[in-house]
């Protein structure tokens, strides 16, 4: 696997593979990478003929007081875990390579932007969408990999494609899950023991109203009632959003129908995590 630090290295490497390589798949990452990040790997590996990675802190999809300084960091192990799944190309530049002094021009998705964690988290998916442009100028790959864990993430993407033409295809990969049922995210590694069990009751409650929908109903508010009866009742756990929206606009709907996105947000002591799913 080669370890490319420079834009003009990355971006000279991959304008001349894309004649010669055919497909190539790109798994954007902020390393700390668990089996979540290895699935969109894998997923690749199996439709592309060369995969590239990235590890790059965003520090534009962090606010202030957020847990950028926090955030794990584990480089050495992510990239043993990235040549053992035959990825070639791995892109991991310092902040000041992607953002130099005097670089001011961001993307902004408006409306899906602002919606679920967009409306939490003011600013977040600028800095989403603008990192995301760039590494796609850079890598020029001609499927990118992101993983429906991060559903809102997912949409304001999709929608970022379509609007600004980037020749590539979006790949929505399946929520990897602890055998306990909570999803993977490199944040779970701030719980401690209680924090981790508390944790569950964020799929706890995915999981009643997905049952409740298979039973026949389909009233959001009553099925969102439902959820929160859940996580009101559990100890540690603050709700910060319960939603159910249209997977792509994430705006409200009324009745759920197939693929409507049914997603939860909570901080649970101060680790903020998130888990969804899509109706049946
Ligand atoms: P990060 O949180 O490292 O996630 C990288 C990719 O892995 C995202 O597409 C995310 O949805 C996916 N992923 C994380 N946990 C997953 C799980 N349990 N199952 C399946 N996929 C999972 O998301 C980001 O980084 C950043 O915002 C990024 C897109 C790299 C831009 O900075």
Redesign the pocket.
């Given at each position: 696997m080669q370890i490319v630090k420079s834009v003009a290295e990355m971006q000279s490497i991959c304008r001349k593979l894309r004649t010669q390589d055919g497909m190539r798949g790109f798994?954007?990452?902020?390393?700390?990478?668990?089996?979540?990040?290895i699935?969109?790997i894998q997923r690749a590996r199996t439709e592309c003929q060369t995969v590239a990675a990235?590890i790059?802190v965003?520090p534009l999809?962090f606010a202030p007081g957020e847990d950028f300084a926090q955030y794990p960091r584990t480089f050495e192990e992510d990239c043993r875990l990235l040549e053992a799944e035959g990825v070639a190309l791995l892109f991991a530049p310092e902040a000041r390579e992607m953002y130099p002094d005097g670089a001011v021009t961001t993307i902004t998705v408006p409306g899906i932007g602002d919606r679920l964690d967009g409306a939490s988290r003011p600013g977040h998916f600028t800095?989403?969408a603008t990192?995301?442009a760039k590494?796609f100028h850079i890598v020029a790959p001609h499927r990118a990999?992101?993983?429906?864990?991060?559903a809102a993430?997912?949409a304001v993407?999709r929608q970022m494609v379509q609007d600004l033409n980037f020749d590539l295809e979006v790949v929505g990969?399946?929520?990897?899950?602890d055998t306990d049922g909570l999803?993977?995210?490199?944040r779970n590694k701030y719980l401690n023991g209680l924090e981790r069990e508390q944790a569950l009751v964020l799929h706890q409650a995915l999981v009643r109203i997905a049952k409740s929908i298979a039973g026949g109903e389909r009233e959001s508010s009553t099925l969102l009632q439902i959820g929160r009866n859940i996580l009101d009742k559990a100890t540690g756990v603050q709700v910060d959003y319960l939603a159910i929206v249209n997977a792509e606009s994430l705006l409200p709907v009324v009745y759920v129908e197939k693929g409507t996105l049914v997603a939860v947000a909570a901080y649970v002591g101060r680790t903020r995590l998130i888990d969804n799913f899509l109706a049946a």
């Open positions: 798994v954007p990452t902020m390393g700390a990478l668990h089996k979540g990040h699935s969109l990235s790059f965003n999809q800095g989403v990192v995301v590494l990999y992101f993983g429906q864990k991060d993430q997912l993407l990969c399946a929520i990897v899950r999803a993977l995210s490199s």
